[in-house]
T-cell receptor, first 115, second 113 residues
Framework: EPEVTQTPSHQVTQMGQEVILRCVPI?????FYWYRQILGQKVEFLVS????????KSEIFDDQFSVERPDGSNFTLKIRSTKLEDSAMYFC?????????????FGDGTRLSIL | AQKVTQAQTEISVVEKEDVTLDCVYE???????LFWYKQPPSGELVFLIR????DEQNEISGRYSWNFQKSTSSFNFTITASQVVDSAVYFC??????????WGAGTKLIIKP
């Protein structure tokens, strides 16, 4: 069964450094998302992306965050200058269509640790 | 504003017991979708079920069943004859006119052998 893949599974970065988290969505899916989950807390929406544009973003997704689809398969989340509070599990998801009933399929996540 | 409440932070039962996880939601939209996801100790998020606001039929899938009640804005999840492998954090989520999923805080389910 097709799945969303995320790399790396764990990223350790010094505070202030830039980090790029990578995702390969399911191949026929058109809509992509990033969520984060701080340890022990609920999952929080960051951004949705369609047709090479951000379609929706949350208050968390400030100027230090950006997303890109650099080629036909990858979908990346960049954090420009990381802070300690960026430490979290970051999940990428994709869905075939945008309709509200379309399930979003998640990758296994990237655990980001900021030192 | 949209909101999902999972009042049960943690539930612990002995294997083979039935267990129900509660989910209460708030939304002003008449069209919306509800989801349950499972997060096992390994950390991934596994899609379990989707329900739209116009379909109040309960659903059963093996040992899993879901009870959707619009009158009480609830979408509860029952596991029958629980097994140790069911141990995980279970999240209820809502999607209405926005693209994002609004998540509950999750219920940690511990199944003891």
């Amino acid at each position: 069964e097709p799945e969303v893949t995320q790399t790396p599974s764990h990223q350790v970065t010094q505070m202030g450094q830039e980090v790029i988290l990578r995702c390969v969505p399911i191949s026929n899916h058109l809509y992509f998302y990033w969520y984060r989950q701080i340890l022990g807390q609920k999952v929080e929406f960051l951004v949705s992306f369609y047709n090479n544009e951000i379609s929706e973003k949350s208050e968390i997704f400030d100027d230090q965050f950006s997303v890109e689809r650099p080629d036909g398969s990858n979908f990346t989340l960049k954090i420009r200058s990381t802070k300690l509070e960026d430490s979290a599990m970051y999940f990428c998801a994709s869905s075939e269509l945008i309709g509200g009933g379309q399930p979003q399929h998640f990758g296994d996540g990237t655990r980001l640790s900021i030192l | 504003a949209q909101k999902v409440t999972q009042a049960q932070t943690e539930i612990s039962v002995v294997e083979k017991e039935d267990v129900t996880l509660d989910c209460v939601y708030e939304t002003r939209d008449t069209t919306y979708y509800l989801f349950w996801y499972k997060q096992p100790p390994s950390g991934e998020l596994v899609f379990l079920i989707r329900r739209n606001s116009f379909d109040e039929q309960n659903e059963i899938s093996g040992r899993y069943s879901w009870n959707f009640q619009k009158s009480t804005s609830s979408f509860n999840f029952t596991i029958t004859a629980s097994q140790v492998v069911d141990s995980a954090v279970y999240f209820c989520a809502l999607r209405d006119s926005n693209y994002q999923l609004i998540w509950g805080a999750g219920t940690k389910l511990i199944i003891k052998p």
